[in-house]
């Protein structure tokens, strides 16, 4: 079992920045394939971005403008926004799929975090 706890959600204007962080605990992340959704309302969850053991792969909306990075050593797993939108407002999950080449589809991840708001405000 891996348990995930998301944070670093917030308001922020339109332009800003945030870093969310996924802490895991219960195993290391060494084997597993890291990623990030998101869910805003009305609307269904999305990938949003991941790392893998080998690479790292975003969804076209998010390219450029969100990182994503990890530290095994620290069981943690960051994603980095910048020049939010409006459009970017959502509840965002962290995820760990045994698929190690990574996904961007829900049903590959195994194991969920409980999510962290981000608002962006126009």
């Known amino acids: 079992q891996v348990q995930l706890v998301e944070s670093g959600g917030g308001l922020v204007q339109a332009g800003g920045s945030l870093r969310l962080l996924c802490a895991a605990s219960g195993r290391t992340l060494t084997n597993y394939a890291m990623g990030w959704f998101r869910q805003a309302p009305g609307k269904e969850r999305e990938f949003v971005a991941g790392?893998?053991?080998?690479?790292?792969y975003y969804a076209d909306s998010v390219k450029g403008r969100f990182t994503i990075s990890r530290d095994n050593a620290k069981s943690t797993v960051y994603l980095q926004l910048n020049s939010l939108r409006p459009e970017d407002t959502a509840i965002y999950y962290c995820?760990?799929?045994?698929?190690?080449?990574?996904?961007?589809?829900?049903?590959?991840?195994?194991?969920w975090g409980q999510g962290t708001q981000v608002t962006v405000s126009s």
């Open positions: 790392v893998s053991l080998v690479r790292t």
């Open positions: 995820a760990a799929s045994h698929y190690g080449l990574g996904s961007q589809r829900n049903f590959d991840y195994a194991y």
